[in-house]
């Protein structure tokens, strides 16, 4: 299976080198007041799929900060609950902190 794995990422590889050989020409990216930057297109291209990745990276540590912080909060309130007799210890605790 590791070999599999490996063959697919040397062929991924393969295929964005060979895309990025294929638009290595200059593209003038234009902004605001006149302003312009030119680089070539697999340049744009990698800067813009890097950031659209930081947004989603961002997105999701929120996400997985509130659903921390509600855990936390569950734990607690399972604390302070009288011990029943179906759960004798939390496994939970462990696991998340």
Known sequence: MRYIVRIIELAL???LIAVTVQ?????EF???F????????IVFLLVF????????LLATFSYYLRMRK???????ELRSRPPS?????????????
Request: charged fraction near 15%; glycine fraction near 6%; avoid cysteine.
């Open 30 to 32: 234009k902004l605001f």
């Open 70 to 76: 509600e855990l936390s909060q569950l734990k607690k």
């Open 23 to 27: 638009n290595s020409h200059m593209v």
């Open 49 to 56: 799929f890097i950031a659209g990745a930081a947004v989603g």
């Open 85 to 97: 007799s179906k759960v004798a210890v939390d496994p939970s605790d462990a696991l998340a902190d």
């Open 34 to 41: 006149g302003q312009s930057w030119s680089a070539p297109l």
């Open 13 to 15: 590889l393969v295929f």
